[in-house]
Structures are given as C-alpha cells and as structure tokens.
Antibody, heavy 123, light 109 residues
Framework: QLQLQESGPGLRKSSETLSLTCTVS??????????WGWIRQPPGQGLEWIGT???????YYNPSLKSRVTISVDRSKNQFSLKLSSVTAADTAVYYC???????????????WGQGTLVTVSS | EIVMTQSPATLSVSPGERATLSCRAS??????LAWYQQKPGQAPRLLIY???TRATGIPARFSGSGSGTEFTLTISSLQSEDFAVYYC???????????FGQGNKLEIK
C-alpha cells in the first residue's frame, strides 16, 4: 500500500523559508509512472494546488506562487520536497503531498495523499 | 485561471435520501474533473476522476456526471459516513494549472 508522509517544521516566522519533505513508501518515485504534487489548505478554507514534480526533476508550479516555490526530488531517498520562500501569515495552512493518477501529468487528479502537516507562520 | 464554483455551499439531507452537488467551471474543462471527500482532520479522498469514473474502492452510490462546464456529484442513498465536505477539481488547463472549487458541505438534516 502506497503511503506518503510529510515532515518539517510546523512553525515559521514571516520572511523565512518554509521547507517540507514528503517521504514515499510502498512504491518508488523512480518508477516514472507518476507525478507527485503539493497542495495546501488554509485553516477552514479550500484547497490550493502548489506544484508538481516528475522523477526526472521536471516541475510545474502554480503561477500565483511560482516566484517563491521550489519543488525538488531526491530519488535515492524516495522523497520530494517543497520550499516556499518569504512566507507571510497568508501561507499558514495544512500542506499535503500527494500522487497524481496513473497516466502522466494529464492525469491531474490525486489518488494518494499524505495526512498533511500544519505550518503556522507567525509575525 | 479557470474558476470552479460549487453549489450549494451547504446542503442538508436526511440519511437514506439522495444528495446532488454541483460544480461549474468558468470555461470548458472537457471531462477533466475530479471529486474529493474530506472529513474533519483528514486528507481529501478521491471519489471520482474523468468526471464519471469511480476511484478504486468507492461505493457505487457515488456517481459523477457532466462535461464541459457543468458537473454533478450524486450520492444515491446517504449513509452516516457520507456527511463531509466535497471538492471538485479541474485538471484540464495547463498552463496555468489545476484549480479546486470552494467546497460543498453536506450535513445531516
């Protein structure tokens, strides 16, 4: 059974960089069959797509966040990571990592999700 | 950016009854639409993709329909575990990327 687990600091100060890692178990990022993404959800609000990465390192970012986002992959550790720079209180959210459906980037639905991790940005 | 609008924001239905949730796209997304269920404190759960294909393990009482700009999620006979928030998501449009609706809250009447 595929499992994803987010990890990283739960508290950041304004202007700092948020860094999270997603560890994949029960399957390999290197298989090449799937894309991997980050989604966030501010408290009490809806979902926002942050970006997506392929095992080769190809990335796709939400244009509204693109200037601050970097997603990378570490194939040796079966992990992918998110960095969001210059955070503000508006970046306070539960951050989820997830796997795209089978079939490549056009399979843009998410069939496996991590449990999510709350990151709070304080001033 | 494609804007996804869900209605109603909140729907009150009795167990055993049918629930119909709507999702409208600001421009055509063809059939590139997914539905998710989210319960408090949990990650979203994929229900439907391709507008009408049930994900693995999803009960047959969940069905999706529509194409273009108008989509519907129907739950034929509500069970107690179905009361949750439901989100639609389009994945047709790159760039600029994927967008979600604001959610439908399904509550017990």
């Amino acid at each position: 059974q595929l499992q994803l687990q987010e990890s990283g600091p739960g508290l950041r100060k304004s202007s700092e960089t948020l860094s999270l890692t997603c560890t994949v178990s029960g399957g390999s990022i290197n298989s090449g069959s799937f894309y991997w993404g980050w989604i966030r959800q501010p408290p009490g609000q809806g979902l926002e797509w942050i970006g997506t990465i392929y095992y080769s390192g190809s990335t796709y970012y939400n244009p509204s966040l693109k200037s601050r986002v970097t997603i990378s992959v570490d194939r040796s550790k079966n992990q992918f990571s998110l960095k969001l720079s210059s955070v503000t209180a508006a970046d306070t959210a539960v951050y989820y990592c997830a796997r795209h459906g089978d079939g490549g980037f056009s399979s843009g639905w998410y069939d496996y999700w991590g449990q999510g991790t709350l990151v709070t940005v304080s001033s | 950016e494609i804007v996804m609008t869900q209605s109603p924001a909140t729907l009150s239905v009795s167990p055993g009854e049918r629930a119909t949730l709507s999702c409208r796209a600001s421009q055509s997304v063809n059939s590139n639409l997914a539905w998710y269920q989210q319960k408090p404190g949990q990650a979203p759960r994929l229900l439907i993709y391709g507008a009408s294909t049930r994900a693995t393990g999803i009960p047959a009482r969940f069905s999706g329909s529509g194409s273009g700009t108008e989509f519907t999620l129907t739950i034929s006979s509500l069970q107690s575990e179905d009361f949750a928030v439901y989100y639609c998501q389009q994945y047709n449009n790159w760039p600029p990327g994927y967008t979600f609706g604001q959610g439908n809250k399904l509550e017990i009447k």
